[in-house]
T-cell receptor, first 116, second 115 residues
Framework: GAGVSQSPSNKVTEKGKDVELRCDPI?????LYWYRQSLGQGLEFLIY????????KSGLPSDRFSAERTGGSVSTLTIQRTQQEDSAVYLC??????????????FGEGSRLTVL | AQSVTQLDSHVSVSEGTPVLLRCNYS??????LFWYVQHPNKGLQLLLK??????LVKGINGFEAEFKKSETSFHLTKPSAHMSDAAEYFC?????????????FGQGTTLQVKP
């Protein structure tokens, strides 16, 4: 499809396990963003990529969270030693390079993470 | 620092009646403001944006919003609600300046449309 693709759509894991969430942006979009959506917290910014570099990763909640982007395309968000408070929907978005100015982001449908 | 406050967590209207979703902003400079919509099990979609060109902004599906600097508001309206408008709506501001990719989202307003 032509939209932002995220996988898995649903992930249930046990506390302490590592998880990887994948985002495939729209072709040609150089900017990529990760957000987290949880009850009571709304939408929280996690990290922003421009190409393969991350000029802003101020939203990553702890050193258990990391993200990378390779080839200016696919991005992976990794959560190590998951905790129950990590349960949320993780949203990925992509945009043209000026997305941080225009605010025109295209979001995927999210990966729902449940930590038991 | 930039922020937005959505004044209602839930709004319920009857089909065919007007919709008003309220948003106030706080910004140290002229803000760029947006409304995004999230339908159940769908990705967030940009509804409309204000970037200082015109204070009345028209978006998709008949929605519009008016930027009022004196009231620091950016309320979303639609003259006549349709069942398909039922969704969650987010007021958004671009946070910070320079090389940040941060959109700051309000807490969201759930719009219920009754037949």
């Amino acid at each position: 499809g032509a939209g932002v693709s995220q996988s898995p759509s649903n992930k249930v894991t046990e506390k302490g396990k590592d998880v990887e969430l994948r985002c495939d942006p729209i072709s040609g979009h150089t900017a990529l963003y990760w957000y987290r959506q949880s009850l009571g917290q709304g939408l929280e910014f996690l990290i922003y990529f421009q190409g393969n570099s991350a000029p802003d990763k101020s939203g990553l909640p702890s050193d258990r969270f990391s993200a990378e982007r390779t080839g200016g395309s696919v991005s992976t968000l990794t959560i190590q030693r998951t905790q129950q408070e990590d349960s949320a929907v993780y949203l990925c978005a992509s945009s043209l390079a000026d997305g941080i100015i225009t605010g025109e982001l295209f979001f995927g449908e999210g990966s729902r993470l449940t930590v038991l | 620092a930039q922020s937005v406050t959505q004044l209602d967590s839930h709004v319920s209207v009857s089909e065919g009646t007007p919709v008003l979703l309220r948003c106030n902003y706080s910004s140290s400079y002229s803000p760029s403001l947006f409304w995004y919509v999230q339908h159940p099990n769908k990705g967030l979609q940009l509804l409309l944006k204000y970037t200082s060109a015109a204070t009345l902004v028209k978006g998709i599906n008949g929605f519009e919003a008016e930027f009022k600097k004196s009231e620091t508001s950016f309320h979303l309206t639609k003259p006549s609600a349709h069942m398909s408008d039922a969704a969650e709506y987010f007021c958004v501001v671009i946070g910070g300046s320079g090389n940040t990719g941060k959109l700051i989202f309000g807490q969201g307003t759930t719009l219920q449309v009754k037949p």
